[in-house]
């Protein structure tokens, strides 16, 4: 394609026969497909965020679901509608994540900085800590890694990272269950020892 605009009717069909030939293995197609998409994509975060972290982040995570679920789509239907679906729910989903960690924030005062300054061996050791949880959970297997990621650091619902990953509700809970006990046999084992 050149640097012509296009009819959102050509821009569907385009679209959707790169999808097509994506699912029937053409790589090409697929890596073409993935680069004309995402502005749409980017646009349609836009409507919903204003932080430019927050739109790619939701754009990126737009792109991971269409990967994960490209073979649902049908080649018959318009595909804008369905590209579009997904990005205003990962966008949605990155609403929902700022407005939880935006609840949790507090504005530091100069109390908090006065007892910040106090024991900064309690600093040290916070921060030996989290970066042995961080390495810790950065070891664990993929699927556990995601699901600790999804459920415990992003705080999604089961059913919210169930429906990015693709995994049943029970997959997940399974594998939380087994990460917090690899972790916790490797933290706390750790400290023991």
Same mark, same amino acid.
């Given at each position: ?33 993935? *680069? ?5 994509? !980017?646009? +349609? @975060? &836009? %409507?919903?965020? #204003?932080? $430019? ?35 205003? *729910? ?5 609403? !929902?994540? +700022? @407005? &939880? %960690?935006?609840? #949790?924030? $507090? ?52 059913? $919210? ?33």
């Amino acid at each position: 394609m050149t640097g012509q605009a296009t009819a959102p009717g050509d821009r569907d069909r385009t679209w959707s026969a790169l999808m097509a030939a994506a699912q029937d293995g053409d790589r090409r197609a697929y890596d073409r497909l993935l *680069r004309q998409i995402v502005p749409f994509l !980017r646009g +349609v @975060a &836009r %409507r919903r965020l #204003r932080g $430019e972290a927050d739109v790619e982040d939701a754009v990126q995570d737009a792109l991971l679901t269409i990967h994960q679920i490209r073979q649902t789509y049908d080649p018959s239907r318009p595909i804008r509608p369905w590209l579009a679906a997904i990005a205003e *729910r990962r966008a949605l989903d990155r609403v !929902r994540a +700022v @407005a &939880r %960690r935006a609840g #949790r924030e $507090e504005e530091l005062t100069d109390l908090h900085h006065e007892t910040l300054r106090g024991p900064a061996a309690n600093e040290g050791e916070s921060r030996l800590r989290a970066r042995d949880v961080r390495a810790a959970v950065a070891d664990l297997p993929p699927g556990q890694r995601q699901a600790i990621e999804l459920l415990k650091l992003e705080e999604l619902s089961l059913a $919210e990272a169930s429906s990015r990953t693709g995994q049943s509700v029970t997959a997940l809970k399974v594998a939380t269950h087994r990460a917090i006990q690899a972790l916790r046999r490797r933290i706390v084992g750790d400290e023991r020892g």
